[in-house]
């Protein structure tokens, strides 16, 4: 499919919400309501995906990888544009068709974009959003003696496939970001150990990790290490939150999803990453998460 017929094929697919200028001009155009915040996430053939995926999966895996830093800071989804770049032997209609499908599931409307065809498939999502409860949650928040805690259990995406399918956690983010005992969030792409220390070093300090209370997603292959896998397998997308200490019992008790809240560690003064090791000793951290070369 030509550039021109896989635009016009995308205007057709869509419509723009009331008062919002979308795909037909050089920009879109929307009124934010408030405070909004921004993100862009990239997918690359041959390092999130493989030839493998079916055309459908990697337009929603595009979509979902970026609405889940929306959900992560407390957002409400307001509006998307996508930058794809399609070799000949990829379906690009497919891909769009599972990335609108998906952008759709969460309301979020498609508005613009750019099209391209190269040797290696592509897609760049920005997105946008507002604060769901007033405020967004920041990875920066956190204080010595907050726990850590995730959303779901953790591991084997890649093994199962689910790497394909992210599901952001918008209500349990919108939640999170609607009690004020919630001082830091961060959803978990590049897995636990490396996204627990990028929370604690924004927030300045460290963390001590808790690895046999990490909930370990049965998705992880009984040959494995469950615990290696839960922390350092990545793309699970469940939510990393930082919470007071003292109001821990009534976050647990009035947090209404059917995965538990699980506590994880604690953010430390020290600049040090460190965890309880089978002895209940604290040692070096000694999990590492995935990281982009």
């Given at each position: 499919m030509r550039e021109n017929e896989l635009i016009a094929a995308i205007r057709a697919r869509i419509r723009d919400p009331q008062g919002v200028t979308g795909i037909g001009d050089d920009c879109c155009v929307w009124t934010p309501s408030g405070p909004t915040c921004l993100s862009i996430d990239t997918i690359v053939e041959g390092r999130h995906f493989t030839a493998q995926a079916t055309p459908a999966q990697v337009g929603r895996k595009a979509a979902g990888a970026a609405l889940s830093d929306l959900a992560a800071m407390g957002a409400i989804a307001k509006g998307a544009v996508v930058a794809i770049t399609c070799p000949s032997r990829w379906d690009g209609l497919a891909?769009?068709?599972?990335?609108i499908a998906e952008?759709?599931?969460h309301q979020?409307?498609?508005?613009?974009?750019?099209?391209t065809v190269g040797d290696t498939l592509s897609l760049t999502v920005t997105v946008w959003g507002e604060a769901a409860h007033g405020r967004f949650l920041y990875r920066s928040g956190g204080k010595p003696g907050d726990l850590l805690v995730v959303t779901g259990p953790l591991g084997g995406s890649l093994a199962s496939g689910r790497h394909l399918?992210?599901?952001?956690?918008?209500?349990?983010?919108?939640?999170?970001?609607?009690h004020p005992a919630v001082r830091a969030c961060?959803?978990?792409s590049d897995g636990l150990a490396a996204d627990a220390e990028k929370l604690a070093r924004a927030s300045g300090g460290g963390c001590l990790l808790l690895p046999t209370q990490i909930p370990v997603h049965p998705d992880v292959p009984e040959i494995s290490d469950p615990i290696a896998a839960a922390m350092?397998?990545?793309?699970?997308?469940?939510l990393l939150a930082a919470i007071a200490p003292e109001h821990w019992p009534n976050v647990q008790l009035a947090w209404p999803f059917d995965n538990p809240l699980c506590v994880v560690g604690w953010l430390i003064e020290q600049n040090e990453m460190q965890m309880e090791d089978h002895r209940g000793r604290v040692v070096p951290l000694a999990f590492r998460g995935y990281e982009h070369e």
């Open positions: 891909i769009m068709e599972g990335l952008l759709q599931r979020c409307p498609l508005l613009g974009g750019d099209t399918a992210p599901e952001p956690r918008f209500a349990e983010g919108a939640w999170l970001a609607g961060m959803d978990l350092q397998d990545g793309e699970d997308y469940e």
